[in-house]
């Protein structure tokens, strides 16, 4: 597929790996990759709450780790593993963290979810044995205007080993 | 037989799953084919006319489609609320930075972004008001009618300023609060869809879709049988999604007839910020009289809503407040005036409380300082005071049997420890323990200034395979509406909760059932299934009970319904066979219901009445931390109590309790938004901080069930009730910790800070 280029924007070759899957796409560079994944690949479970990196309503997992997806570039994501809320699974089945939130009652409005279940999914692979104070560290970037957080918090801590 | 299966259960949320795997579709996560992208160009200034507006820079973006202006509207030019003061778009005069001049569309999103940064108005900058007290003020700059007042109330009973003369003990204060910012976090967004013979369909993030399809309806000046309003799954509301939305969809439609394309219209934080409606910063001066014993005898308040450049909901938002205001006790002697005036900032508008916490912060922290005066613990003066069975409210409103608020004011003072707390030595090194109280009442529903809206439809519809899809008119925003009304039909037509299906509310599918706001989707949409699931469930049960019979049950024998199937003398059908017969037989197996309130009653002169059906009640017991270097408040731990009548489902309860502990705390301590000549200068999530997850203290929710016999399943309502009197309970806290009475929300670190350094001067 061939792109107009403009003078601002350059077009650059992005090779990565999303939800297991290898994507090759000419982007523009300055999309973030917040914008790629919600339209460019239609995966619209991430969401855009602010737009500053200040709500974690975008939160992806590259390489393991969970950024805000709307103040970090596609580009950056280039020859990287990113997983979204839709690859995160237990080989086909619903992810246990997933779980955990459905029978804690940690969901309301639901916007926040995707984005604490990605930050939680981090903290876990890195410390499975968190305890209430890592929980609540690592999920401070991450606002619930709706829960009070208790049952969110009770729904990480119920998957954290120990 | 008594035995519920669903009602007072933690059954899961029906739209859970779909929220955790990402796969809910929001209104922003809707893609139509050909659908275009708009954005608002908005007032720079706090107040100018408009001299020309020009699309010449704006044009040369590439994908660029048009301009919108308030000459491209086809029916009325001003939004239709309660005072029709608002135009769409405004045709020469801003009265807000931010305000909506006109809408650019382009191909993407990113167009019509650049493009609408690139349209060019001219204008002449116009003096502005921004102080609610200046803008009453005689000789003060008029920006709405001759007085700047919006709106007026006076509550009169008795005498109350000759009782306060006659009162042994009397206190008298002045109190402020900033605005709360919603901060749903899902952007306003709506989608506009045009189709063929001028039918508009609208896909909105909104609580009320009912007031966005009057909007709608009256900007395009097309008959209402034209429009469709769908709601989307939206990401919070908490009021935020009350009227506004009807401002976006509309915009979007108007895009939408003029391109002939479906128009998105999403918003970004910091115009959401800027022009969406926020909780009223509120000025109030409150004094209580009483007597040596403590009985309180006279209450005067003057009480000012700042309500932003348009009238909006402010009048029902000042009434609520007003109606309120002398708090949850018994007080023959009541005299209370109440305004909303206008300024040139964002209209406010509704959020949770809707002009109670504000008022409840300012009468609570009062309340607190007339026990110290009495030498009378904080709690024993509320019991000695506060309204029961029996008791007349500030309204002359005589207080029903359920009413649970001295229950609940004695479960939090013996939960917290109270008695031994709030006599303890407060500092320990550098930190200081405190530890507060505040009471409140919350009438359930519009009440008697919204009495002509409160009403809510059903549609209960069993198809042949048992399944059972429901219409209603009230929204899932979150709170779980969609989970407790399916709990409340599968108990009443004794099916399984998982044939339940309540649907996302369409406005061509069921009568207009109001807003869903003032906690009363359960109550009012609840009541409604009930009254269509009613024909329903005899038919069902009568035709159990003869296939019961015909499988050889006694005729003796009393049959039973639980958790979707029908047992009689040993033998049992199945909600599913008892359907599939029903179908059969073609019975009629879909029916409507409607629920309109009971009559309500206020008096414009006096403000007296039967102003609500029925109240909800609460109390709260703030624990909090003071470092007496910084200021810095840490909350550790908050107590509450609620009467919220039969609670449908516990987990569901909780989490609208913390949820609403913590926003309160939230706007008591943190949220502090900085208007400076009418500019808004921390529109972000940066510089507005919103509380954390390091923020949360430790909860302890206790619920007190009176039941309600009115309600469904004898429940009241809930929602809004946990928010309301956080602030209050958090600032006497802080005041039994340090003796630093803050007069002022936020309660922020310096204000703790200036006020030990004042009194060790002082001293």
Redesign the interface.
């Given at each position: 597929m061939k792109m107009k280029k403009n003078k601002f924007n350059k077009i650059f070759s992005l090779k990565c790996i999303v939800n297991g899957e290898k994507i090759e796409r000419d982007i523009d560079s300055s999309l973030t990759l917040l914008g790629f994944l919600r339209n460019d690949l239609n995966l619209k479970g991430t969401k855009e709450g602010c737009g500053d990196g200040e709500c974690g309503a975008c939160m992806a997992l590259v390489s393991g780790k969970a950024v805000n997806s709307c103040i970090m570039m596609a580009v950056q994501a280039h020859g990287k593993s990113v997983i979204t809320i839709e690859g995160l699974k237990d080989k086909n089945k619903l992810h246990h963290i997933k779980k955990s939130f459905i029978d804690e009652g940690a969901v309301q409005c639901g916007f926040c979810t995707p984005g604490m279940i990605i930050s939680a999914q981090a903290l876990l692979k890195t410390k499975p044995k968190a305890n209430i104070k890592d929980i609540k560290e690592a999920l401070s970037g991450n606002i619930c205007r709706c829960t009070g957080y208790e049952k969110i918090i009770g729904a990480v801590k119920k998957c954290a080993k120990g | 037989m008594n035995k519920f299966s669903y009602i007072g259960k933690?059954v899961?949320?029906k739209?859970?799953?779909?929220?955790?795997?990402?796969?809910?579709?929001?209104a922003?996560?809707y893609v139509f084919e050909d659908m275009l992208y708009a954005a608002a160009v908005r007032s720079p200034k706090p107040r100018i006319k408009i001299l020309n507006i020009s699309d010449a820079k704006a044009k040369k973006i590439?994908g660029y489609v048009t301009l919108v202006t308030h000459k491209d509207i086809g029916g009325v030019k001003q939004w239709p609320i309660v005072i029709n003061d608002y135009p769409f778009l405004c045709a020469d005069e801003t009265k807000f930075e931010g305000e909506t001049i006109a809408l650019v569309v382009a191909k993407t999103l990113r167009a019509a972004r650049k493009a609408a940064k690139l349209v060019e108005i001219k204008y002449k900058e116009l003096p502005f008001l921004t102080d609610p007290l200046k803008s009453l003020e005689k000789k003060s700059l008029k920006i709405y009618g001759s007085d700047n007042i919006f709106s007026k109330f006076i509550i009169k009973k008795g005498n109350a300023k000759d009782a306060m003369k006659k009162a042994d003990i009397a206190v008298k204060d002045e109190f402020s609060t900033n605005y709360q910012v919603?901060?749903?976090?899902?952007?306003q967004c709506a989608i506009a869809v045009p189709e063929p013979g001028g039918l508009m369909t609208v896909h909105s993030s909104t609580q009320c879709p009912f007031y966005v399809h009057d909007a709608v309806a009256a900007v395009l000046g097309i008959g209402y049988n034209k429009v469709k309003i769908v709601q989307a799954?939206?990401?919070?509301?908490?009021g935020g999604k009350e009227d506004v939305p009807a401002l976006v969809a509309s915009h979007a439609a108007v895009c939408a007839v003029k391109t002939n394309r479906p128009v998105k219209l999403v918003y970004?934080?910091k115009e959401d910020f800027m022009s969406m409606s926020k909780r009223h910063p509120s000025w109030s001066s409150v004094s209580y009289g009483a007597k040596k014993d403590g009985k309180i005898t006279s209450c005067i308040i003057k009480y000012v809503l700042d309500g932003g450049a348009y009238s909006t909901l402010s009048p029902i938002v000042l009434w609520r407040g007003a109606v309120h205001a002398a708090g949850p006790y018994k007080i023959d002697n009541i005299l209370i005036e109440a305004y909303a005036v206008a300024t040139n900032k964002a209209p406010s508008g509704a959020f949770r409380g809707f002009g109670q916490p504000q008022i409840s912060f300012a009468q609570e922290s009062l309340i607190d300082d007339l026990s110290e005066k009495l030498s009378i613990d904080p709690i024993d003066l509320r019991l000695k005071n506060i309204i029961g069975p029996g008791a007349k409210t500030a309204t002359g409103q005589k207080i029903e049997a359920s009413c649970g608020l001295k229950e609940a004011l004695l479960a939090v003072r013996k939960n917290s420890d109270w008695n031994k707390k709030i006599k303890a030595k407060k500092f320990s090194g550098e930190k200081a323990r405190g530890i507060g109280i505040s009471a409140v009442y919350y009438g359930v529903g519009l009440g008697a200034k919204g009495k002509f809206l409160d009403r809510a439809g059903a549609y209960v519809n069993i198809f042949r395979d048992a399944s059972v899809g429901i219409n209603v008119g009230n929204t899932e925003?979150?709170?779980?509406a969609l989970t407790v009304l399916s709990q409340i039909a599968a108990e009443t037509l004794n099916a399984p909760y998982e044939n339940i299906r309540v649907q996302e509310v369409d406005t061509s599918k069921v009568s207009d059932s109001g807003p869903t706001v003032a906690s009363r989707t359960t109550l009012m949409s609840g009541n409604a299934i009930i009254e269509a699931a009613k024909p329903l469930r005899n038919r069902i049960f009568t035709m159990a009970k003869s296939m019961l019979l015909k499988k050889g049950a006694e005729s003796s024998a009393i049959m039973n319904a639980y958790q979707g199937v029908f047992s009689m003398g040993g033998k049992k059908v199945s909600f599913k066979e008892v359907i599939a017969e029903c179908w059969a037989r073609r019975l009629k197996m879909g029916e409507q219901g409607w629920h309109i309130a009971p009559n309500t009653t206020f008096n414009d002169k006096d403000g007296q009445g039967d102003i609500y059906s029925v109240y909800s009640y609460n109390a709260n017991i703030a624990e909090i931390e003071i470092d007496k270097e910084t200021g810095v408040i840490k909350p550790i731990k908050m107590s509450c109590a609620y009467d919220v009548g039969k609670i449908v489902n516990p987990?569901?309860a909780?989490?609208q309790?913390?949820?609403?502990?913590?926003?309160g705390m939230s706007w008591a301590l943190y949220e502090n938004l900085v208007y400076k000549n009418g500019k808004m200068l921390n529109p972000?999530?940066?510089d507005y901080v919103?509380a954390?997850?390091?923020d949360?203290p430790e909860?302890d929710i206790i619920f007190i069930e009176k039941l309600y016999e009115r309600g469904p399943y004898k429940a009241k309502g809930m929602g809004e009730v946990p928010l309301i009197g956080m602030a209050g309970a958090i600032a006497n806290a802080v005041k039994n910790a340090c003796g630093i009475r803050v007069k002022k929300i936020p309660i922020l670190p310096e204000d703790v800070w200036l006020g030990l350094k004042n009194k060790r001067k002082a001293k």
């Open positions: - | 933690s899961k949320r739209d859970a799953l779909l929220k955790v795997e990402g796969l809910s579709k929001y922003d996560d590439s919603h901060g749903y976090l899902e952007t799954v939206t990401g919070g509301g908490f970004d934080r925003m979150g709170q779980g987990v569901l909780e989490g309790a913390e949820g609403g502990i913590l926003q972000n999530f940066t919103l954390n997850t390091n949360k909860y």
